[in-house]
């Protein structure tokens, strides 16, 4: 069996370590602090499509990746014992105007062939929907069928789980040996862009909360770039925040203001209690798109990085093609995600 390190149990350390381990691999997980200490141990857990227009690489694996979702995580719950949180119900997007109307229909359109009757974007009246409040001055909304959600923090403990099940626990620890891949984050990519002598990337803050509200059966709402995401326990994340420039890593006073926002755009979340605060550091390839492969200039070294906002949605099939490059050879990296992407020439 091959024996492998993975460094890193962030979300995509994690999908991955149980891809390798699901086919024979021999496998080890380390990590600095606990699961989930980086970006994803954050509140909100949108599972969300990219719109259908514009059809590329980038859009068509995540489509692949939100289409695994459901037995991936039916699986990692079966084996752990632990509820992830995930549930496919949908989103709901308020249209502002005629134009966004429009623009909406022929979207829906495009969902038909490039979804391939998987799922749909339609446009609907408000009042149709079973969801909470919510104001559109059009009185129409958009509802994808696609979107999904979990809990970010849930989500790793039952991968952890998972893993512990299957014979490999994760570690505390940062001395890797054997084939290493390094799934770690902000901080993987400040190490990495150190080695090669150029940036491959650079973290962004967000800020995040959870609130008590229960609407665990209903849909998750996008209202103007901001995530409001039922979750099954009863609580609500909302977020996130995207700060290029920061001096304090800590929740501050942007947070209040979004979730002045989310109140806002939501009143049933007026007397709704924050139970969490979160801020931390999000990892962003110059690309803009997960990056994975060979890490230049270190044989039997691999890098996972960068999945920035849409990490837990892609993980599965991240997991899927790292695996076939690590274990088989096998080269499956899409168009824009090569670490030589991010790469200056």
């Known amino acids: 069996m091959a024996e492998i390190t993975v ?82 119900l949908g989103r709901v997007q308020p249209l502002l105007d005629d134009a966004a109307i429009e623009l909406a229909q022929t979207r829906a359109e495009n969902a038909q062939t490039l979804w391939q009757g998987f799922a749909e974007w339609r446009v609907c009246e408000t009042r149709d929907l079973p969801v909470c409040r919510l104001h559109s001055p059009t009185g129409l909304v958009v509802f994808d069928t696609l979107s999904a959600r979990l809990s970010p923090r849930r989500a790793c403990d039952a991968l952890t789980a998972a893993l512990a099940r299957s014979g490999v626990p994760v570690e505390q620890g940062d001395t890797a040996t054997g084939t290493v891949i390094w799934a770690t984050g902000a901080d993987g990519l400040a190490d990495l862009s150190q080695a090669l002598g ?26 103007d770039g901001l995530h409001i995401v039922p979750h099954s326990d ?94 088989d050879g096998v080269d499956n990296i899409p168009e824009g995600f090569r670490l030589a992407d991010n790469l200056r020439t």
């Open 7 to 88: 460094m890193g149990a962030g979300i995509l350390g994690l999908s991955l370590a149980w891809a390798l381990r699901q086919r024979g691999a021999q496998v080890r997980v380390l990590e600095k602090r606990h699961p989930g200490a980086g970006s994803s141990g954050g509140t909100v857990g949108a599972l969300a499509p990219h719109v259908p227009e514009q059809w590329n690489a980038k859009k068509q694996f995540q489509f692949e990746s939100l289409r695994m979702a459901p037995k991936f995580w039916t699986t990692i719950a079966e084996v752990s014992g632990h509820d992830p949180g995930y549930a496919r």
């Open 198 to 223: 150029q940036s491959v990337g650079t973290p962004v803050k967000g800020q995040s909360a959870l609130l008590q509200a229960d609407w665990r059966h209903e849909p998750q709402l996008f209202i």
């Open 234 to 327: 009863g609580t609500v994340g909302i977020g996130s925040t995207t700060e290029r420039d920061w001096t304090d890593t800590g929740p501050d006073a942007q947070l209040d203001t979004l979730i002045d926002t989310a109140r806002r755009a939501c009143p049933d979340l007026t007397d709704a209690p924050v139970i969490d605060r979160w801020a931390g550091l999000r990892p962003r390839a110059r690309s803009r798109a997960p990056m994975l492969g060979p890490w230049p200039g270190r044989p039997g070294h691999f890098v996972l990085n960068g999945g920035f906002k849409i990490g837990f949605g892609m993980a599965p099939r991240l997991a899927q093609v790292m695996a076939d490059l690590v274990l």
